[in-house]
Structures are given as C-alpha cells and as structure tokens.
C-alpha cells in the first residue's frame, strides 16, 4: 500500500483504530511508529495515570471519561490491555510499558486535564528510564494539573522538567511515606514551579524559603518551622495580592509568639487559634486573615483573604502599611 495512502488512513483514524492497525503487521507497526507527531490524531485524552507498584497500570480516560487500562505484570510477563493478554516472551516489563507510554503521548495534542504518576519501591529503575523516554519524545507534556506520589524525592525530579510549564496550574507532591523529607531548592528553580499557580505537599520539606511560594494563589506545605520575621516578610508580600485564594503551611513547631506580637500586635483569641487581621492594598473591603491553630502538638498558619465583615468583633484591623 502506498505511503501516502497509509499516511491519509492514519489521519483520519481514532487512537483506538491506530492502536489496531498497529497490530495488523509489522509492516503497518513499524510504519506508524516512525511517523511524525504532526501526522498522527489527537487522542484528546482528559487524564493519564502510570502506577507503579508490584505491577505496572497504564491508565488513560477520554473526553467522553471513558477509561483504558493497561496492565503489565513482572511476575508472568506480560500485558493486558482491557483484557486481552498478550505474552512478553524476554521484554523487560518496564520497557513495554514505558514503550506504551511513549506511543500514548505521541497521539496527545490537546491538554491533559491530569498528568498523575504513582512511584512505588518497585522498579526503582524506572523513572531515569522515564526520563530517557522524555527525551526522546523531544516535546513536553501538556496538562494543566500534575500529580507525583512516590517513597522519594529522586523519583520527582527526573519527570517534573518535562512538563510544559506554560500550561501547568497546579503540582501536587504526595508521599508514600509519611517521615519523608522532601529538599525543595532544586524544585523551586524550575520553570514548572515558577508558573504554576497552586501546590500541594505533605513531604516534610527542608531548605525551604518563604519567599517561593508568594506567586501561587493556593498552597499547602509542610515544614519544620517558620520564625516570627518569615512571617512578617510572607505579610509584605502577600498584602499587595491580588489572587491569593488560601495558604496553609503544617509546621512541627513554632515558638515565636513573643517575637510575633512585637511586630503584629496583640492577637484576636478565636476558638482554639490566634488571629490577626491586615487591610489590603487599594481595599477598604478586604481583609487579610492570618490564622495561628494548634492541633495534636503541631501548628498550622491559614492565610486568606476575608471580607470586612467576616471580622470578628473586637478584633484589630491593622491599616495597610507600603512595604
């Protein structure tokens, strides 16, 4: 069969009907895998999940939030795919399905709703080998939303630059294990966490600076600690935002009330929680709401933005001071 025939054929084909043609013949294989991105269909998938445990899934949902499984096992080796099985013979497993992934985003033009990643202890040579396959796919991947859950941070690393950072709103980092420390001054620098509008992480993170997380509208974290001046510096910066929609930072300790009330003030005693409440810039509206809670011997700051009249009475509302 001609090129150019195969060629038109491809075009006009779904993921599903390429993935058939693609197991008619070698010949048709070999031919759609050499094809350009540019000539292939959109898949117009919503979602991508690659799950790594004793076994490897491969999940992907369509528009139409119709869900595809691949599974690949290292104990029989081999591939189900909806049910049908297919025998690996001497493939490493991992390669098969790192393979499959590759063919899956070739066909991904539009942008994933959810890019999600589940790295557990198993194949730990998985995700430099996922990053080889990035590389060679020569393209970031398009998703408004990633989601990384892994047992350490050597895992997270190898995929996050190959995001496209221009379409990315929001990272979530999750960890396998709760003790895990996460250093976050490798991740700070990257385009992906610059862009990035909102961030969820329950790793312990260490070298952490307060100033990085100033540019999302929505963040959880979790650290050791944060000193009274942190928090004056995070108030400065914060006061002039317009987008901030919460922060939450988990912290083991914090023992600088003194030191917080010399610059703050005295607080507002709420229900278990100190409070204080800062006028925002250009607003006689809105008010910044910091909230002190402590919970089973550890602490959490809540930041939002609430409307005058949310403040309780008797409560101080400082002005709004330049920085």
Partial sequence: MPELVME?????????????????SKDFLNFIDSLNDSTLPDS????????????????????????????????????????????????????????????????????LRLLHFHLGPSFETFPVKLSNMFKKLNRKIKTENLSM???????????????????????DLLTLNDNMEIEINEIVKTEQWKNADKFNCDFNVSNFNIKDICHFSETLI????????E????????????????????????????????????CFIGENSRLWYFRMKNSEEEIMEFELRRNSGNFTWRIKIIHIGGVPNGAAVHDYEEN
């Fill in 8 to 24: 038109n054929i491809i075009k006009f084909s779904d993921f599903k009907s390429v993935l058939t043609l693609r197991q008619v």
């Fill in 44 to 111: 117009e998938f919503s979602r991508i999940d690659m799950i790594v445990n004793e076994d490897i899934c491969l999940r992907y949902r369509d528009s139409n939030n119709i869900q595809n499984e691949f599974i690949y096992s290292q104990m029989d080796i081999l591939r189900s795919f909806n049910g049908k099985i297919t025998f690996l013979g001497s493939s490493s497993v991992i390669d098969v399905a790192i393979r499959d992934l590759e063919l899956v985003l070739k066909f991904q033009k539009s942008n």
């Fill in 231 to 266: 928090m004056d510096l995070l108030r400065k910066i914060l006061i002039d935002s317009s987008k901030l929609s919460g922060i939450w930072l988990r912290l083991k300790n914090f023992n600088e009330h003194r030191e917080l009330s010399n610059l703050w003030g005295p």
């Fill in 222 to 229: 979790q650290f050791l600690s944060v000193s009274a001046k």
């Fill in 149 to 171: 859950k892994a047992d350490s941070q050597s895992k997270i690393m190898p995929i996050l630059p190959f995001v496209e950072p221009r379409t990315l709103e929001r990272i």
